[in-house]
């Protein structure tokens, strides 16, 4: 069968079933081939080293391709292999990680490490079932190794993805209820001899051709079969339900020494911040009145409302945290009650040597951000403050 150029639309009394998806598959890699992104963690045809692919998707997951590239570099350096990163302390891997997000990602990299090393000789296995029995691997990251690093015909479905193929079948659905369908088209679609090089295709075509907004659609392989085009559709599909955000607020403690170091601790709570380093802090959802009911075990402190709150927006959350301050002696009894709650005093000079999450980074930049005196702060009237906004889950 011969294969007309990219943008070439066949009637479907011409082509149907398998040759129609045979003859979409191959206008995308023929796309691919002149467009395809050079991507650090990229080559043609299937990856020879799996580690490489692994690393570079789970760091991909709600992480923009440029904010992804220098981590990669630093990573691979700092970790080359299984065996390095396996054998790595948990906080090197943590520190090396922040400002990156959805730090559980980082934590499932080193378990999984670990188990590869500890039951399969460091290697991976190759088929998507296999896969999926490692620790923090799921549905799309199986595929995405078996796909790329082995040419194995394994779906996978991002977001790219879902754009490009609700689109291009017009399936107009909310994708909570069209998402299997949509695999089931997308595994169909995949090319049965260029596996790895049509993942690449077709989450290259979503990032920069299909986007969410102004797509590109008179240079898209698929513009004389797309469904959503024909139909005038393309604003509305993929029809995807937003997420209802909860607004939390709450109390940060910064608590200083004699000398200036700063008390922290490393958060024991189970989520997605688990591990890391922090100021004590504590949030609850509700208004002011809860937050008064907010309070740390060191009662003869004398908290000083620093006039400052950071906001840091989450997948589903809207967090405001607002900062206070103390300062305990070293003959203090609430010097003694702050240590039993687990932690230690450092130096402003080695925060760098703590996995810090981003939250906590602008709580720094917060409070070193005004040079006035205790006292001045306790009298702003008006509360300055700091915004980060990262999309990862908070629990």
């Known amino acids: 069968m011969t294969i007309p150029s990219n943008n070439a639309f066949l009637p479907d009394d011409v082509l149907s079933g398998k040759e129609k998806r045979l003859f979409l598959s191959s206008a995308l890699l023929s796309w691919y081939n002149q467009n395809g992104r050079d991507l650090p963690w990229r080559v043609r045809g299937a990856h020879p080293n799996p580690y490489v692919v692994w690393i570079s998707e789970i760091m991909l997951q709600q992480t923009t391709v440029k904010t992804v590239i220098p981590y990669f570099y630093r990573f691979l350096e700092r970790f080359p292999d299984i065996s390095a990163l396996a054998n790595a302390d948990i906080d090197d891997v943590l520190l090396l990680w922040q400002g990156l997000g959805y730090y559980t990602r980082a934590r499932k990299l080193h378990e999984c490490a670990q188990f590869l090393n500890q039951n399969n000789g460091g290697k991976f296995p190759e088929t998507y079932s296999e896969l999926l029995k490692l620790p923090g691997i799921g549905p799309y990251t199986a595929a995405s190794i078996s796909s790329l690093a082995f040419d194995k015909r394994e779906a996978v479905v991002d977001g790219n993805v879902i754009r490009v193929i609700s689109r291009l079948y017009g399936i107009a659905e909310s994708t909570a209820v069209s998402l299997p369908e949509i695999k089931t088209k997308a595994q169909d679609l995949m090319s049965e001899t260029r596996a790895a090089d049509y993942t690449s295709a077709i989450m290259d075509l979503g990032a920069t051709v299909c986007t969410p907004k102004n797509p590109d659609c ?58 890391l380093t922090e100021f004590p802090w504590e949030a609850v959802e509700g208004n002011d009145e809860m937050l008064n009911k907010i309070s740390f075990p060191i009662p003869n402190a004398d908290w000083v409302d620093t006039g400052k709150n950071v906001r840091h927006v989450f997948t589903h959350i809207n967090l405001t945290l607002k900062i206070f301050k103390t300062k305990v002696l070293e003959n203090e009894a609430d010097l003694k009650n702050l240590m039993k709650t687990g932690g230690q005093f450092v130096s402003k000079d080695n925060f760098k040597d703590y996995p810090f999450s981003t939250l906590m980074k602008k709580v720094v930049k917060a409070v070193e951000s005004d040079g006035n005196s205790d006292s001045k702060k306790r009298n702003s009237k008006k509360a300055k403050s700091v915004e980060s906004k990262t999309f990862c889950d908070f629990e």
């Open 218 to 275: 008179s240079v898209c392989p698929f513009e004389g079969e797309c469904e959503a085009l024909a139909r005038n559709l393309i604003d509305e599909i993929p029809k995807i339900e937003k997420l209802q955000k909860i607004n939390k607020i709450g109390k940060l403690f910064w608590i200083e020494n004699e000398s200036g170091d700063v008390f922290i601790r490393k958060r024991e709570e189970a989520g997605l911040l688990h591990g």
